[in-house]
Each structure stands twice: as C-alpha cells, then as structure tokens.
C-alpha cells in the first residue's frame, strides 16, 4: 500500500463482486489495484447459512471462470489445491455448498496481497486538475489515502427494515443475523418470521425441524399472494445471459420498470424443491398432532407495537382488505435487501449521474459518471435488469469493467448466448410504435 503511488484501481468492499475483480485484474500487469473491505476477514451472509445449504447457481458462477476458465482463482483450481476435486465429482452436484464458497473467497483473499481488511472507507474526493480520486482510508493504525484514476464500488446491499421495525434490537432481527440470535429463539414461546423469500423460507424450515423440541409457536407471513417458487426453467434462465441485459438495458426507463414490477418469480422466490422439502416436513410433523406453526400470503406488516414481553404485530391482510394482530415474542425480518448510497461518496456526489427518478443512473458498462471513471457493481435492476445481484453475472460485469477502463476487449464477453431473442430485429420491425424503445447504445466501443 502506497499513499504516493496512483492505482488504476480502487475497489470499495469486498463481497465476491469486487473479489472476482481483483482475482481478474491480478494478472494485468498493466493495471495497478487495491481492494478495501470493513470486515475483518471475508465474510459471506455467514449470518444465514443453516447446515447443507447451497448456492442457487451452478459452480462454473465463480469468482473468474465466465470471464476467463484458466484464471487460477477458479473454483475448480480451488478444489484441485485441497484435494477436494475427486470429492466434489463423485458428489455429482454443480451446486457449491455456501460454506464452501465463503472458504473459497475467503482463500482467494489470502492470496491476493492488494485485497485489505478492516479498512473503512469513509471519504472519497475529487481532485479536477489531476483527474484524480483521493480515497480516505481509516484502518485500526490509523487513516491513511491512497490516490486513483479509477474507483469501483463494490459496497453491497442491506437487509430492508421498515422504520416501525426499528427501536426494538431484542426482539426485531433481520435475516441476515438468524444463526446469532438462533439460540435465544429456541427459548421463545413464539416466534415470526415475515417474508416469503429462500430466507424466510429456510429460517421457516430450519425452526420447524426443531419445533417438537422447543415447543414455540411458529409464525410465517409474507404479502405476496402466494408462497410462491422461483422459475428455473430453461428458457427462463435465458435471461441471466449478455443477451438479455442488453435487450432491457435498451428499453426507455419506464418500460422497465414496468417489465422489472412483473418479474418477482425470476428472481425473488422460493427454490422449487425447497418449497417442497418445507411441504414433507409439515407433513411429516402432522402425523401425531397439529403443528404449532402457521403460513400465511397476502399479509403486510405495517406496525408493531411492544406490549410486555412481546410484541403486537399488525398486519393487513390484501385479500379480504382487513387489518388483523398476532402476538410474538421475536420477530424475524427477511424482507430482501436494498442498496444504500455509500457515504464516502457524499463529496463527489454532483459527479454522478442520476436518473429521473433520483436513483443512480448507470451506463451501459456500468459506470455511473460520464468521465467512466466511477464503476458500481451490484445497483441498478431498474437499468440493467434482475440479474444485476446474481453471482453468475459477476464476471461479465467485471469483464467490461475491465475492458472499458483499459480501452481494449481484455477479456471477451459474449454478445449473443439464448436460442430466444428478446426483441425483433430493427428491420423487421414494421410499424415504429409512439412510445418506442429509447435508442441506448449497448455496444461496447473501445
Ligand atoms: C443469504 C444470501 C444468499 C445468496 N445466495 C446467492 C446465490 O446462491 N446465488 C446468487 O447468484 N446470488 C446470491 N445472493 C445474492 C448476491 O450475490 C450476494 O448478495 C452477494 O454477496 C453480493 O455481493 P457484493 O459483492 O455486491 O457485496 P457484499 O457481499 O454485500 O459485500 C459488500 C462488502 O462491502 C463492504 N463495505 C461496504 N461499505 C464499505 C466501506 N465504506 N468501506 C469498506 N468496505 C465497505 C462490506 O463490509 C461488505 O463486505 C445471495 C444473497 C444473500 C443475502
């Protein structure tokens, strides 16, 4: 680390975005880079990781692979350097245990001498004259700057807590914390978990295993009109594809805020064979006696009140458009998570650009000024479509990124991979529509 020297590069936070960054960009000599995160160590949502669970991508979505397969910060690689390849091929599943993807970006951090821990980032300003960033570092020695051409932010997302959920740290927890706070339910009387996602889903399934045990009531509500499954299906995943990002990124603002509103079940669900593990199981638990667990869609939180030693929960019911209240000791918020405009990025603010609704606005090689010089990783599903979280589209992103900051096409990125197509082509396109698509340029130029 050096204050004088000026980086191409810097990367602020280091969740498996950035991280696939630095593994990428380790090879190019021609690029100088640093990696800060505030954690002490990498650490991936290690809060909400009950025993067996799995990614919900295939292994081949790691740090490097879409973007370059001999990068030796591959998964593969990973397995091969612990001996653990043979094990995972005769496990037969493309289906990486969470676990064992936190150990693997956990060891791709330690092989990597530019990624720092416990440094925070809390001031990142613009000196005009030099083109240059000076980004503010406070670590436990002390705070030190280092100096860029380039930043990217890889900052990630928090979990939603609605301001009536906050003010009660004992008994309101996101789940994002289940597994810290996991003990300290098992003594409650009753319990609720509000969100109908893969984590309400597995924290639902995770306490019902043990509910014979500990006796609690279990509660489950989520406003959606129905638990319902995320589609996996073929074509449906087509969409997680160059393709398709390029086809919505084309689309004028409101088209895709429209088409994002329609596609909650592409992203948002439950897995389809984990809705029916949480099914066998309520069966199972109902041989001998009713269960003291409840499922309920259609229903919105919108108050809490606390009342003794628990709490009184309001929810309105959309179907029958009435108000009801359910009593709980704890209350599990697994409501998804936001992305919250870091603060570091306060006095370069005016450099950003925004889009007519406040939010950032990115371009297509998702910088977010129009000097290219500022990258996020990891926003915008109302620009560049559902897929922006999605751990197998990393590498395409940081692909551009790359290519874009070092104006040649360093690592190929594929235009065109669906057997579908998203939209006509231009000149069969017989009658030009009033409100028609804006004309974005999604090509790359370099
Ligand atoms: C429980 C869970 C499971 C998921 N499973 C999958 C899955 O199976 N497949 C899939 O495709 N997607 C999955 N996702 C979605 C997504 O890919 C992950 O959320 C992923 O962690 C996003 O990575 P990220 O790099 O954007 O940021 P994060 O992993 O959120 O990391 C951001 C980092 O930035 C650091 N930071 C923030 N601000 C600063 C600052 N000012 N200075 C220094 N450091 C800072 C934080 O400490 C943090 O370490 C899952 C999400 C969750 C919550």
Not at 226 to 248: I, N, Q, R, V
Request: glycine content about 6%; aromatic content about 12%; charged content about 20%.
């Amino acid at each position: 680390m050096n204050s004088q020297h000026i980086y191409d590069i810097v990367g602020i936070g280091v969740g498996p975005f950035n991280l696939g960054l630095a593994c990428l960009t380790q090879p190019l000599n021609e690029l100088s880079t640093i990696f800060f995160d505030s954690k002490d160590e990498f650490d991936w949502h290690s809060g909400i990781m009950p025993e067996g669970s799995t990614l919900q991508i295939p292994f081949i979505a790691d740090l490097v692979s879409f973007a370059d397969p001999k990068n030796p910060y591959s998964f593969l690689n990973y397995l091969k350097l612990h001996n653990r390849l043979y094990q995972f091929f005769i496990r037969e599943s493309f289906f990486i245990l969470r676990a064992e993807y936190n150990l693997y970006c956990k060891w791709a951090t330690e092989q990597l001498e530019n990624v720092h821990f416990k440094s925070f980032i809390n001031q990142i300003d613009y000196d005009e004259s030099r083109q240059l960033y000076t980004v503010r570092v406070k670590q436990p020695q002390g705070e030190m700057t280092v100096v860029t051409k380039n930043l990217v932010l890889g900052t990630g997302t928090t979990p939603i807590t609605p301001k009536f959920c906050q003010g009660y740290p004992e008994q309101i927890h996101s789940s994002a914390d289940y597994l810290r706070h996991k003990k300290d339910y098992l003594n409650k009387k009753s319990i609720t978990i509000v969100g109908g996602g893969q984590s309400g889903a597995e924290i639902y399934y995770d306490l019902l295993s043990e509910i014979d045990q500990h006796e609690y009531q279990l509660n489950w509500l989520t406003k959606a009109p129905h638990f319902f499954s995320m589609d996996l299906g073929k074509l449906t995943l087509e969409y997680t594809s160059p393709d398709y990002t390029s086809h919505f990124y084309s689309l004028d603002e409101d088209k895709r805020d429209q088409v994002i509103g329609s596609q909650n079940a592409l992203y948002k669900g439950i897995e389809l064979s984990f809705v029916n593990r949480i099914y066998d199981l309520l069966y199972q638990k109902s041989l001998n006696r009713p269960i003291p667990a409840r499922m309920m869609p259609n229903c919105a939180l919108d108050a809490v009140e606390q009342q003794g030693n628990h709490l009184n929960l309001t929810f309105k019911n959309s179907d029958i458009n009435k108000r009801f209240k359910l009593e709980s000791e704890v209350l599990i918020l697994a409501l998804g998570y936001e992305y919250k405009i870091p603060e570091c990025l306060n006095p370069i603010r005016s450099l950003i650009n925004w889009d007519s609704k406040g939010r950032i606005a990115l371009n297509w090689n998702y910088s977010i000024n129009d000097d290219n010089t500022i990258f996020a990783q990891n926003i915008g599903i109302y620009s560049h479509g559902f897929t922006v979280p999605d751990l197998g589209m990393g590498c395409y992103r940081n692909a551009i990124i790359i290519n874009t900051i070092l104006g040649r096409e360093v690592y190929p990125v594929e235009k065109r991979i669906a057997y579908q197509e998203f939209a006509p082509m231009p000149e069969e396109v017989v009658t030009p529509l009033k409100t028609s698509s804006k004309s974005h340029s999604t090509e790359l130029s370099f």
